[in-house]
Structures are given as C-alpha cells and as structure tokens.
C-alpha cells in the first residue's frame, strides 16, 4: 500500500523558515518525480516545486524560486521542502505527489500559516 505523509507544517512569522518531510512507502522512490503542491483558502491547488529522483533535475514556481528548496533522501524514502523567507500569501496547506504530474499518489497535507 502506498504511503505519503507529510510533516513539519506550522504556524510562523513572515520571515521565517519551516522544512517540509514526505515520508513515502509501497512505491519504487527513486523511480518517480515528487513534488510538492499547496492550496489556499479559496484558490486552486498550485504546484510549488518537483524533484526528478531519475535525473537530479529540481522545478520551482516562480514564486517560490530562491526561497524554496526542494531535496530527496533515496535512502529514507523522503523528500523535503526547506522553505526560508516566507511571506503571508505563502500560507496554504501543503502536500506532497509522486509523480509531479498530480495524477498518481498523494500525501494528506500539513498546513503552514505564515502571520504579517
């Protein structure tokens, strides 16, 4: 059975720094892409940024780029999300996705509310 679960979600300040864990299980990891998605009240879901375990190639929206850094551990099946300099419109409840496409597996999410 495949497993996502993410962790490290939390309340913070505006200019502060939080790092996101997907901890995965039942699935090949080192052959999938996964990412990272996030969804704030009353918006779509967005993708943030996308690790490819294949090729060592890393995706971020433009939004997120120089303050986001996503990182995989193949040998603890997780992959992070160090996430430094935040703002308020970063606050949204995060999840993570193998593969980055969205149309496979998904974690439950953490949420991460970043206050002015």
């Known amino acids: 059975e495949v497993h996502l679960v993410e962790s490290g979600g939390g309340l913070v300040q505006a200019g502060g720094s939080l790092r996101l864990s997907c901890a995965t299980s039942g699935f090949t990891f080192h052959d999938y892409a996964i990412g990272w998605f996030r969804q704030a009240p009353g918006k779509e879901r967005e993708g943030v940024s996308c690790?490819?375990?294949?090729?060592?190639?890393?995706f971020y929206v433009d939004s997120v780029k120089g303050r986001f850094t996503i990182s995989s551990d193949n040998a603890k099946n997780t992959v992070y999300l160090q996430m430094n300099r935040l703002k308020p419109e970063d606050t949204a409840i995060y999840y993570c996705?193998?593969?980055?496409?969205?149309?496979?597996?998904w974690g439950r999410g953490t949420q991460v509310t970043v206050s002015p």
């Open positions: 690790i490819s375990n294949t090729e060592g190639e890393s």
């Open positions: 996705a193998a593969p980055c496409d969205g149309l496979g597996y």
